[in-house]
């Protein structure tokens, strides 16, 4: 099930791949509702919330408005309450907030600064079982000129954070062009991974009866880590941690004593990622370029000594599993364009007897799928001129006419992302599978209605939109 929550126009919108800000009421009367933290605009920072199965939402809740365009971070706590930490905008202070969770409503509190010295971004904050607070950030020294991992503690549920604003907490790194951090709580250990400048995978811990933090351990050193780490705590106790090598997705796995070996995930390296147990299994997740604007969202798991070749994880996002150029006065009408179709090489996406996907009166472009869905990816090397089109499902007894969400595309410009329906819950009912050229598909045809005076040629189309940020939480 696939269902829009909101729309945004914010550039990070759910985060980076450290920080987690979709979770589930644990347990109670509305034990299984989910919330999720985004920002919905620039400086607007919102929760929404869903019970099962999930297909209505809540209207978006504000909790700031106030915030940097930069990920904020959250933490849901055994009873339901939410620790939200955010960069302020303009001040570039460190802010954080506690929803408070009771009668299945949350209730804002004040806002509480973390830093208020230097500049501070992509926070991570977590609950120990001690009731403190621990925040681990970016923290940009305008002086230096270089960027640290730094961290702190709240004993007060966060009314007061170290010695106040202007402490800015313990530093782990020595200033660097990019790091990330991500906390994690592994038996009595309150534990930093963290990025420092791309090459660097490493982590510091801290018993929670202790008040130092222990020395520097390296997991990796590569390149082009930056935030592309995901962390994750199984049920019994293991921290596993995905990033990218040189040249692949890699995964290692620390049982609180000793790591394991380096697993492969993918032989590329990814765009976005992100890790989850399920149950003691660990499932990665990541969203690989098969083109331009178009980040496919695969995944994978461990299955005894490997991780399970990926599959693309919803199967009505890929590339399309037929495509046909129907060229109406052509002696072979159908060419099928469906490899040409999925891959980049340019200008090979053509019937060709016309020269263009489609170009006459009853000309047709036919995209099929073995499942539903709402969107197309069209890159063109050639644009139309002059042509009009409808956009048709087949609802069982015919071709039903439709305008596409996102607006009338006859093809008349090289890209677009054409918006058939808001999401898959939204597909028609009636769209029926139906055979085509003696191949029974989920089809959208694209039909000419006036005739084009330039042909549109196409490099790529795909129903493959462009994820960028991935969060993932336990089912």
Not at 33 to 48: D, E, M, N
Request: glycine share 6%; hydrophobic share 35%; charged share 15%.
């Amino acid at each position: 099930m696939q269902k829009l929550i909101d729309t945004v126009n914010s550039y990070y919108a759910t985060g980076i791949h450290t920080q987690t800000k979709i979770f589930k009421v644990s347990s109670g009367q509305y034990q299984d509702r989910v919330v999720i933290i985004y920002s919905k605009t620039p400086a607007q920072l919102v929760y929404a919330w869903s019970d099962p199965p999930y297909l209505s939402w809540s209207e978006p809740v504000n909790i700031a408005t106030d915030s940097a365009d930069y990920p904020a971070s959250a933490y849901m706590d055994p009873n339901g309450n939410i620790y939200v930490v955010y960069t302020q905008l303009t001040t570039l202070n460190l802010l954080e907030r506690k929803l408070s969770f009771s009668q299945g409503n949350w209730s804002l509190g004040a806002a509480n600064t973390v830093c208020n010295v230097g500049q501070n971004y992509f926070p991570c904050i977590i609950k120990d079982p001690l009731n403190r607070l621990w925040v681990s950030w970016t923290y940009y020294d305008p002086t230096a000129e270089r960027y640290f991992v730094h961290v702190k503690t709240s004993q007060n549920d966060g009314v007061s954070w170290g010695t106040g604003p202007s402490d800015p907490g313990v530093s782990f790194t020595n200033g660097s062009a990019s790091c990330f951090g991500q906390l994690i709580l592994q038996s009595s250990y309150v534990r930093c991974f963290y990025s420092d400048n791309s090459t660097l995978l490493a982590y510091r811990s801290r018993d929670l009866q202790a008040a130092e933090w222990d020395s520097q351990q390296t997991v990796y050193s590569g390149s082009q880590i930056n935030d592309k780490f995901c962390v994750d705590l199984s049920p019994d106790n293991k921290v596993g941690i995905i990033f990218p090598g040189t040249t692949s997705l890699l995964y290692k796995e620390f049982d609180g004593s000793s790591w394991s070996g380096l697993f492969t995930v993918e032989s590329t390296v990814p765009e976005s990622i992100a890790l989850k147990f399920q149950g003691n299994v660990p499932y990665v997740f990541f969203a690989q370029s098969i083109g331009d604007g178009q980040n496919q969202l695969f995944y994978s798991f461990k299955e005894g000594s490997s991780f399970v070749p990926p599959a693309s994880f919803e199967p009505g996002q890929k590339s399309f599993d037929k495509v046909f150029c129907f060229d109406d006065s052509a002696v072979n009408k159908y060419s099928d364009r469906t490899i040409p179709a999925s891959d980049t090489t340019p200008a090979d996406v053509f019937h060709p007897t016309s020269g263009g996907l489609v170009k006459d009166a009853d000309d047709v472009f036919y995209l099929g799928m073995d499942a539903k869905f709402s969107l197309v990816r069209i890159n063109l090397s050639t644009a139309g001129t002059g042509g009009a089109v409808k956009w048709q499902f087949w609802n069982g007894e015919s071709w039903a006419d439709f305008v596409p969400q996102s607006g009338s595309y006859p093809l008349d410009s090289q890209e677009k992302t054409v918006i058939l329906w808001q999401d898959l819950n939204s597909v028609p009912s009636d769209w029926q599978m139906y055979l085509v050229n003696g191949v029974s598909k989920f089809w959208m045809r694209i039909l000419v209605t006036t005739p084009f005076t330039t042909a549109p040629v196409g490099t790529q189309i795909t129903a493959v939109p462009e994820m960028k940020h991935l969060n993932a939480f336990k089912v």
